[in-house]
C-alpha cells in the first residue's frame, strides 16, 4: 500500500488510522526501503515498469529512521519488522519452496501506542 502513496499521503492516512484506532491495535503493511528506485535487479526494475504502465506509479521508499519517526510521529511502535533475507531464512526456505523473497521490499509490524 505505502509504494503506491506520496509521502504525505501516508502520514495523513497513519494520522487517521490513529484517531480510529484504540491503544494496542496492530498495523501490519509492506513497504520499500529506501533502495528501490535505484536497484539493479531485474525484477525490481520489471515491477516498477508494470506499476508505471498499469497507472499505478510507485512513489514512496523510506529508510529505517524515515520509517520509524512516521510511525512514531503518529503513535505507533515498531514491533516486529522482515527484512527480506529475514523473509527468505525465517519463511521461505523452511517452508522448502524454490521461491525468492523480493529485493527491497519489507514487511513490518507496528503497534498503537
Do not use: W
Not at 506520496?6 to 495523513?12: G, K, Q, T
Not at 528506485?37 to 510507485?58: P, S, T
Not at 527484512?83 to 503497534?111: C, L, R, T, W
Amino acid at each position: 500500500m505505502s509504494y503506491y502513496l506520496y509521502f504525505n499521503e501516508i502520514e495523513n492516512l497513519l494520522g487517521e488510522l490513529t484517531e480510529l484506532g484504540s491503544e494496542g491495535s496492530t498495523l501490519l503493511f509492506d513497504y520499500a526501503d529506501a533502495d528501490l528506485f535505484v536497484a539493479d535487479e531485474k525484477r525490481v526494475k520489471n515491477m516498477l515498469a508494470m506499476a508505471k504502465a498499469g497507472g499505478e506509479e510507485m512513489h514512496s521508499c523510506f529508510d529505517y529512521m524515515s520509517i520509524e519517526k512516521i510511525l512514531s510521529d503518529n503513535g505507533f511502535l515498531i514491533y516486529e519488522m522482515l527484512m527480506p533475507h529475514d523473509i527468505q531464512f525465517d519463511i521461505i526456505d523452511p517452508s522448502g519452496s524454490n521461491i525468492k523473497a523480493f529485493e527491497h521490499i519489507n514487511y513490518i509490524q507496528s503497534v498503537l501506542k
